[in-house]
């Protein structure tokens, strides 16, 4: 009782109600909601904390950013559902605070673009090298099964991609990458394209920060190739993924393209079968299948794997 009081005092004011509203569309920051709100920036932290406080947002610190969004659980998640649906659409001050809103990200997206342009003539060097990436997508897709999974995580996520390709299947889809261009550029990708049910974070392979066994589906698309120790990033994700869990692991066959070591950052020139495989053993998971995808000098492998005891 005590909780959804205190829920229920905390929403009970416009400014908060504003923020509830905004904040169902994606998260925010707290520059941000100063921006739109056209308050000070001590007044919205105060109504931040508080809701924060009342269970009704989760906040998350990401270098010197600090992100806001709508609580994923408890009285919180719950109230918060129930309220945004009775905000009513075409009330004056919430028009206005959502074409703020929109001019806000309309001007994130161009700067994350800026960045991918510049990065662009890399990246198409690299594709000119392996198979149509809708060659591997529908291959990771048919090996996933498109079954309907609660949880996904998409480890080194890029651009987002992965989870733009397994969204229509995934309750929630979180994507983790250690690089922050690399995270708004993807950030800027999901609400371009209303993947409400995705999400990235700051993260690193070797310490996903998320329960053990949490997660049904676990993706690595060409991201193993960097790592310096790609048996723990594997152990690491074993330990993620939940007993009817899926780690579907996607990179390159071994190679001699030295000038991706030189010119890309890749530590690793591919990976043979059998390598990955051994790695996923290790770890506690089967093998439950393997592809090969040939159309360019690069061979790409997709491995899939469950844990043995399911
Ligand atoms: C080739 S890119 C993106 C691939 C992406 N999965 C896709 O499907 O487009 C590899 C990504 O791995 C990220 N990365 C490298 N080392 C990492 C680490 N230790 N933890 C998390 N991400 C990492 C890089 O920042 C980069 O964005």
């Not at 005590?2 to 416009?14: I, N, S, Y």
């Not at 400014?15 to 994606?26: C, D, I, M, N, Q």
């Not at 520059?31 to 709100?37: F, H, K, P, R």
């Not at 030295?258 to 290790?282: P, S, W, Y």
């Amino acid at each position: 009782m005590d909780h959804l009081l205190t829920a229920l005092r905390a929403v009970a004011e416009t400014t908060r109600l504003r923020v509830l509203a905004l904040l169902s569309r994606g998260e925010l920051t707290v520059g941000e909601l100063v921006q739109i709100l056209g308050q000070s920036q001590p007044r919205v932290s105060r109504h931040l904390k508080l809701m924060c406080e009342a269970g009704l947002l989760d906040r998350f610190q990401e270098g010197t950013m600090v992100f806001y969004r709508l609580a994923e659980a408890g009285v919180g998640e719950a109230l918060n559902s129930a309220l945004i649906d009775l905000v009513p659409a075409e009330d004056d001050g919430l028009v206005a605070d959502l074409k703020a809103l929109s001019s806000i990200r309309d001007e994130r997206f161009s700067k994350a673009q800026g960045y991918f342009r510049e990065n662009a003539k890399s990246w198409d060097e690299l594709r000119s090298l392996y198979v149509a990436e809708e060659q591997v997508e529908d291959a990771l897709l048919t090996l996933q099964g498109r079954v309907p999974q609660p949880r996904m995580l998409d480890i080194g996520t890029g651009t987002g991609r992965m989870l733009e390709v397994f969204s229509p299947f995934v309750e929630q889809a979180v994507g983790l990458d250690l690089s922050r261009e690399m995270l708004s550029v993807a950030r800027a990708n999901l609400v371009q394209k209303e993947l409400a049910n995705c999400q990235v974070r700051l993260g690193d392979m070797y310490n996903l920060g998320v329960d053990s066994g949490s997660q049904d589906l676990i993706v690595f698309h060409q991201v193993l190739h960097f790592a310096d120790d790609p048996v723990r990033a594997v152990e690491e994700a074993a330990n993620a993924l939940s007993n009817t869990g899926q780690l579907l692991i996607a990179d390159f066959a071994p190679h001699e393209e030295e000038f991706l070591r030189a010119d890309h950052a890749h530590r690793r020139l591919g990976f043979d079968e059998k390598e990955i495989v051994n790695m996923a053993i290790q770890s506690g998971l089967q093998c439950s299948a393997v592809k090969h995808l040939d159309g360019g000098k690069l061979r790409v492998t997709i491995w899939k794997f469950i844990k043995s005891d399911s």
